[in-house]
């Protein structure tokens, strides 16, 4: 069984910057994909990036497009645990959200929440003057 904590989650103003970090646990590879979801009280949750566990390949939400980056730490992957990264530049205030790491999906994609069995307790971003 998977086990993942994240970090790095605060308040920062328009404009700014933050890196979210995701701990895996477990064997990462038997889920398809690492992802980073956010969720907004009342909103579905949302598939932000993610990383195919086999072949690396990234994919983002077209919302954040040219603003954030996920990557992983590959001194640090094994196949028993791995971290991955979420930066986070020209943050806006719609940005605001907490911010989930999560492993599994489907061959359907990367974004769908009901794919993924293993997530993290999530860690709150807040974007305002």
């Known amino acids: 069984q998977v086990q993942l904590v994240e970090s790095g989650g605060g308040s920062v103003q328009p404009g700014g910057s933050l890196r979210l970090s995701c701990v895996a646990s477990g064997y990462v590879k038997s889920h398809m994909y690492m992802t980073w979801f956010r969720q907004i009280p009342g909103q579905e949750r949302e598939g932000v990036a993610a990383?195919?566990?086999?072949?690396?390949?990234?994919?983002?939400?077209?919302?954040v497009k040219g603003r954030f980056t996920v990557s992983q730490d590959n001194a640090k992957t094994t196949d028993l645990g791995r971290t991955m990264y979420l930066q986070m530049d020209s943050l806006k205030s719609e940005d605001t959200a907490m911010y989930y790491c999560a492993a599994g999906g489907s061959w359907k994609g990367p974004f769908s929440p009901a794919n993924y069995a293993a997530w993290g307790q999530g860690t709150q971003v807040t974007v305002s003057f």
């Open positions: 990383i195919d566990t086999v072949d690396g390949r990234v994919y983002y939400a077209d919302s």
